[in-house]
């Protein structure tokens, strides 16, 4: 038998046989790549909050050890509730708070108004006289401008407003929540602040 009398549907059963080596390597090599990708991945998510805090750090966007140091020594705000009162001594001035309760923060600056009206056809000198409850409440209150700081002289039928802006100290005792503001106006005898003027000038 002549070897070309082979039949040529199995001549090429040799060569297809080499296919399937380069498919598996190159599916190998894919893997190997999507394995590397997961594994930088992985590898930056874990070291992304170092990364992040040593990027804030260098850059001055977030100081996470000042603010440690200033949480811990900062005493905490906390809410205290305000409330104001007004009285007058027979002096014909309506005097009143304009809002009666507050709730504020410990360490904030407070800005309040007293309303007073002089009822007389005449001129009316008067002291303002503050007390609170409870009284050691008076301790914390830290005023940075008050009418009650120095005689008022109100004109005939005179109406004004008047601020009183304080602080209160954060370091409130706990147990109390509550603090009230009163204040009390008494009339100034004229002979009294006359007396009073002349005594300075005497020393002048």
């Keep these: 038998m002549d070897g070309r009398d082979v039949n040529p549907e199995l001549a090429p059963s040799g060569g297809g046989a080499a296919d399937p080596l380069p498919r598996v390597g190159s599916n190998r090599r894919i893997v ?31 100081d996470i ?8 020594s900062a005493l905490p705000a906390r809410l205290v509730t305000l409330e104001f009162d007004a009285n007058s001594h027979d002096n014909g ?4 708070p304009e809002i ?12 309040v108004t007293y309303r007073v009206e002089n009822t007389r056809n005449t001129t009316v000198i008067g002291q303002a006289v503050p007390s609170y409850g409870p009284q050691h409440a ?20 005179e109406v004004r407003e008047m601020p009183v802006v304080f602080v209160l100290d954060k370091t409130l005792p706990d147990e109390v929540n509550t603090v009230t503001l009163s204040y009390t106006f008494f009339e100034v005898p004229a002979g009294s602040v006359a007396s009073s003027a002349g005594s300075a000038k005497g020393r002048m």
């Excluded at 009666?100 to 800005?111: E, W």
């Excluded at 301790?139 to 109100?154: S, W």
């Design 32 to 62: 190997a790549g999507l394995l590397a990708v997961i594994a930088g991945s992985l590898l930056f998510v874990a070291a992304q909050p170092r990364l992040y805090q040593a990027f804030c750090e260098w850059t001055g966007l977030y």
């Design 65 to 72: 050890d000042r603010a440690q140091r200033v949480a811990a």
């Design 93 to 96: 001035l309506r005097f009143r």
């Design 100 to 111: 009666t309760s507050l709730a504020v923060k410990t360490g904030d600056i407070v800005h």
């Design 138 to 157: 008076g301790g914390y209150v830290k005023k940075l401008d008050c009418f009650c700081f120095k005689q008022q002289t109100f004109a005939p039928r």
